[in-house]
């Protein structure tokens, strides 16, 4: 019988990120509301703008999603697992290209 090797991991990765997105363990009076994959998918109109090296900038729709979720939501989702084809501090920068007025995320060392 095979072993698929990788799926444990990929489980803590998740939880880990799930537990970055609502605050547990971390202290903050901000928390973000909605779980790692609904604030992923409310985020989908911005892929094109944090594609590593896009000079797209973010449509009405992704700057929307911005304001709509909040700091805490996208400093969960920067700081969370890596996102396959999404430049992070492309995704940093939303924010202010958006007119957000957010305090910058902070950076959690892995």
């Known amino acids: 019988m095979k072993r698929r090797g990788g799926g444990g991991a990929m489980i803590v990765a998740v939880v880990m990120a799930w537990m970055a997105v609502v605050g547990v363990g971390e202290g903050k009076a901000l928390t973000c509301g909605s779980t790692f994959f609904s604030a992923l998918v409310q985020l989908i109109p911005c892929r094109a703008a944090v594609a590593p ?58």
């Not at 797209?56 to 700091?71: E, M, V, Y």
């Not at 996208?74 to 996102?83: D, F, K, R, T």
Request: hydrophobic share 40%; proline share 14%; charged share 15%.
């Open 53 to 110: 090296f896009s000079p797209i900038p973010p449509s009405d729709a992704c700057c929307n999603a911005i304001r709509t979720l909040g700091q805490p939501c996208l400093c969960a989702l920067v700081n969370g697992p890596p996102i396959s084809g999404v430049d992070r501090n492309m995704a940093m920068l939303l924010p202010d290209k958006c007119s957000a007025i957010f305090d910058p995320c902070e950076i959690m060392k892995k």
